[in-house]
């Protein structure tokens, strides 16, 4: 199958910029306060040490989203049904679970992170204000209104991203340490091996996998917009997504980071810190500001991924006018009020761990998508020598960083280390499992 290139070539770049879109939904989720918070965490705790994960996130997440794509436009359906039809039931039922579980798990910390920060900027108790995001977001997802404040928090986010790449040219960036960060190494003891796997989940997450076909279709893109649907990936996941963590990651390093503190304790004010040598106290204002719009943005986004899913599977359609899917959306938003319950940890803490927790389910969902693009009754073409190449070095190394953040875990005191490991078991026999189905099925 040939797709037409000259298309891109052709079409003035103004127009083709215009009909952008779907990844770029994927890529405003992973630019939440997750990875704003992680790539802080990342850059202030271990200097310029991580350097190398954030760089290849971006590579990586382009390369998971490429692959996600190929097999939604090719096969023209969304990544459960496709997975139902070719595998089986069984399958897409665990891939329905892996996405609600990590899915559902972020979206609580991401309304803890909103409350908080709310609470923070304006004095009200953060459970009151948790309530309130969740109406807000029922009655603006589930009967419309919310486009308005998701424009809005976008704005607030390309303000603090604007930011961090203007304080690159006033910050000093050490330049022999940031190329001693290109070398592979995860920094001893827990907190490590969660950050690592952490920077790699913000691009690289079960969640945005998924999505990747519905919100395709949702466009109504085929295979006639192959092309633009690459270059969709290229503009959001290694520009402007590369851009905006290399560029907090950086600045966080040369600012925050103290050789002589083994733990940097973080909250926002302290985080906030990072742009007052570009913009003083202004930074700390625009930081919450845009932290507070990446945990709205992104909570309107995550909000659908669940619904979405089991729609997919029960075979619902995937719009607010049918009543069902609409009060799984409204449910979801609901629900998601419990984060501002959640006491014990800070945001920051919690925020690391929720990508963490998504790069663990994040292999299975990648090996469905590497089954499908190379079984040829699900799309004309199989993927190519290279596009397989990359796959299988993406799930190497998303399994390696997974299993570094799960084994870190020991000694398993509390039920939600047990719940980790539970889920990376689980998920990683079926991974295994699927393998050897494929491979069987090849060449048995």
């Known amino acids: ?82 997975v139902e039809e070719r595998i089986g039931s069984t399958w897409a039922w665990l891939l329905v679970i892996d996405v609600v579980l990590a899915a559902g798990l972020a979206q609580l910390v991401i309304m803890k992170t909103t409350a908080d920060v709310s609470e923070t900027i304006t004095g009200v108790d953060a459970r009151i204000w948790g309530i309130a995001w969740a109406i807000l977001l029922a009655v603006g997802l589930g009967f419309g209104g919310y486009r308005f404040l998701e424009t809005l928090a976008k704005v607030l986010v390309a303000g603090v991203v604007i930011a961090f790449v203007a304080s690159l040219t006033i910050v000093d960036i050490d330049i022999t340490a940031a190329t001693a960060g ?88 302290t985080a906030a810190q990072a742009l007052e040598p570009a913009l003083g106290t202004i ?34 359609e995937r719009d607010v006018a049918d009543k069902r899917y609409r009060w799984l959306v409204v449910a979801v938003a609901l629900l998601s009020a419990g984060g501002a319950f959640i006491e014990g940890a800070t945001f920051f803490e919690l925020l690391v761990f929720v990508l ?42 998303a399994s390696f960083l997974a299993y570094q953040f799960v084994r870190d875990q020991a000694p398993f005191t509390s039920a939600l280390d047990w719940f980790v490991l539970g889920f990376a078991i689980t998920f990683g026999i079926a991974t295994l499992v699927l393998a050897v189905k494929f491979l069987s099925e090849r060449w048995g």
Not at 370 to 375: E, Q, R, S, T
């Open 182 to 269: 290109l070398t592979p190494t995860i920094p001893a003891g827990i907190d490590g091996a969660l950050v690592a796997a952490a920077v790699l989940g913000g691009a690289v997450h079960v969640t945005l996998v998924t999505m990747q076909s519905y919100t395709m279709r949702s466009r109504g893109w085929t295979s006639e917009e192959y092309g633009l649907a690459t270059f969709d990936i290229l503009t959001s996941m290694i520009i402007a997504f590369g851009a905006y963590s290399l560029a907090i990651f950086l600045v966080a390093a040369s600012v925050l980071h103290d050789p002589a503190e083994e733990i940097v304790e973080l909250n926002a004010i």
């Open 1 to 82: 199958m040939s797709y037409d290139w000259r298309r891109i070539r052709d079409e003035p770049l103004s127009a083709y910029m215009g009909r952008l879109g779907p990844t770029w939904i994927a890529g405003a989720i992973a630019a939440g306060p997750a990875t704003m918070v992680t790539v802080v965490t990342a850059g202030a705790s271990f200097g310029y040490s991580l350097l190398w994960v954030v760089i290849i996130a971006a590579i990586f997440g382009a390369l998971a989203q490429y692959l996600a794509m190929r097999v939604g436009l090719l096969t023209g359906t969304g990544l459960v049904s496709a």
């Open 283 to 316: 930074g700390h204002w625009l930081f919450l500001l845009g932290l507070l719009g990446a945990a709205v943005s992104t909570l309107g986004g995550n909000t659908f991924v669940p619904p979405y899913v089991i729609a997919d599977k029960l075979d619902i």
């Open 356 to 397: 963490a927790f998504g790069l663990v389910g994040t292999p299975f969902a990648l090996a469905l998508v590497m089954y499908l693009a190379n079984d040829e009754g699900a799309v004309p073409e199989r993927a190519t020598i290279p596009a397989n190449i990359g796959g299988i070095a993406l799930i190497s190394v």
